[in-house]
C-alpha cells in the first residue's frame, strides 16, 4: 500500500486546514486508517484512527489533545482519508503523517500497530 499525504501549510492560531491522504491499494477498504504527527524534538505522536473494514467500520478515536477540534472521515469511492482540523493552536505544529494496517487497534494506538506509512506533510501554526 502506497499512501500520500497532502494538505499542510502555514495557517494562524485559531485557523483551520484539511489533510488528505490518499490510497493505492486496491483493497483499501480492508484497512484501519490513522494520522500521527512529529514535532520537532519530540517523539512521533497518535492523533486520529478511524477503523475502514468489515468489523468496526467507522469507529473513530482520537488523542486528548485534539478531541473536539480534528475530524478524521473517510471515502471509500476515492480510497481517500481526511483530518480536518480547526480551531488550531501552535501546539499542533508538526509533520503529521499518514498510516494504515489491516489489523484492530487498541483506542490509543502506537506506532506499531501501522505497516505502511505516508510521506509526511508540514503544519505550521503561528501564535
Known amino acids: 500500500v502506497q499512501l500520500q499525504a497532502s494538505g499542510g501549510g502555514f495557517v494562524q492560531a485559531g485557523g483551520s486546514l484539511r489533510l488528505s491522504c490518499t490510497a493505492s491499494?486496491?483493497?483499501?477498504?480492508?484497512?484501519?486508517m490513522g494520522w500521527f504527527r512529529q514535532a520537532p524534538g519530540k517523539g512521533r505522536e497518535f492523533v486520529a484512527h478511524?477503523?475502514?473494514?468489515?468489523?468496526?467500520?467507522?469507529?473513530?478515536y482520537y488523542a486528548d489533545s485534539v478531541k473536539g477540534r480534528f475530524t478524521i472521515s473517510r471515502d471509500s469511492a476515492k480510497n481517500t482519508v481526511t483530518l480536518q482540523m480547526n480551531s488550531l493552536k501552535p501546539e499542533d505544529t508538526a509533520v503529521y503523517y499518514c498510516?494504515?494496517?489491516?489489523?484492530?487497534?487498541?483506542?490509543?494506538?502506537?506506532?506499531?500497530?501501522?505497516?505502511?506509512w505516508g510521506q509526511g506533510t508540514q503544519v505550521t501554526v503561528s501564535s
Open positions: 498510516a494504515a494496517t489491516r489489523r484492530s487497534v487498541r483506542s490509543r494506538p502506537m506506532e506499531y500497530e501501522y505497516d505502511y
Open positions: 491499494a486496491r483493497t483499501f477498504s480492508s484497512y484501519n
Open positions: 478511524i477503523n475502514w473494514g468489515t468489523w468496526g467500520g467507522g469507529i473513530t
